[in-house]
Antibody, heavy 119, light 107 residues
Framework: HVQLQESGPGLVKPSETLSLTCTVSGGSISSYYWNWIRQPPGKGLEWIGY???????NYNPSLKSRVTISVDASKNQLSLKLSSVTAADTAVYYC?????????????WGQGTLVTVSS | DIQMTQFPSSLSASVGDRVTITCRAS??????LNWYQQKPGKAPKLLIYAASSLQTGVPSRFNGSISGTDFTLTISSLQPEDFATYSCQQSYITPYTFGQGTKLEIK
């Protein structure tokens, strides 16, 4: 049973870079597209981007200039970096993966980690 | 980007009621529409994928349907554990986008 777990600092200063890691257990990171999604407090979900295990990426154009998603297959981890953060980047950040090939939705989610941008 | 308009934004209902939540896409997305349930402090849970396919383990009282660019989630007989926020999401094209959510509360 695939499990995802986000980790990283819960507080980031404005203008700095947010860095999070998602560790995948119960299955290999090989194959599948691995996504980052965020949710500001009290608001809806926003897709940040995905990475394929081979390293190809696809980012939300609204964040593309500031986002980098990478994968370390040897550690079964993916990472998110978001630069030049502001208070608007305060959110719960989730890593997620679709289910089987026929499942078009995100079937597997981490528990989420709250990142607050504040000085 | 494809805009997903979800309504109502909130809904009050009683145990045993039948409720319907609608999501409208700003353009055709075929059947690439997914529904999620989210409880406070928890990650979203996939209920329905491909507009009408029930995710494994989800009770059959949850049903999804499609009519053009309008998608509907129906809960046939509300149970106490169903009070939560429901969101739709299109997976037709990136950037994947979500509706703003419908908060289902106990009347």
């Amino acid at each position: 049973h695939v499990q995802l777990q986000e980790s990283g600092p819960g507080l980031v200063k404005p203008s700095e870079t947010l860095s999070l890691t998602c560790t995948v257990s119960g299955g290999s990171i090989s194959s599948y597209y691995w996504n980052w999604i965020r949710q500001p407090p009290g608001k809806g979900l926003e897709w940040i981007g995905y990475i394929y295990y081979s390293g190809s990426t696809n980012y939300n154009p609204s964040l593309k200039s500031r986002v980098t998603i990478s994968v370390d297959a040897s550690k079964n981890q993916l990472s998110l970096k978001l630069s030049s953060v502001t208070a608007a980047d305060t959110a719960v950040y989730y890593c997620a993966r679709k289910g089987s090939a026929a499942t078009t939705g995100f079937a597997y989610w981490g528990q989420g980690t709250l990142v607050t941008v504040s000085s | 980007d494809i805009q997903m308009t979800q309504f109502p934004s909130s809904l009050s209902a009683s145990v045993g009621d039948r409720v319907t939540i609608t999501c409208r896409a700003s353009q055709s997305i075929s059947d690439y529409l997914n529904w999620y349930q989210q409880k406070p402090g928890k990650a979203p849970k996939l209920l329905i994928y491909a507009a009408s396919s029930l995710q494994t383990g989800v009770p059959s009282r949850f049903n999804g349907s499609i009519s053009g660019t309008d998608f509907t989630l129906t809960i046939s007989s509300l149970q106490p554990e169903d009070f939560a926020t429901y969101s739709c999401q299109q997976s037709y094209i990136t950037p994947y986008t979500f509706g703003q959510g419908t908060k289902l509360e106990i009347k």
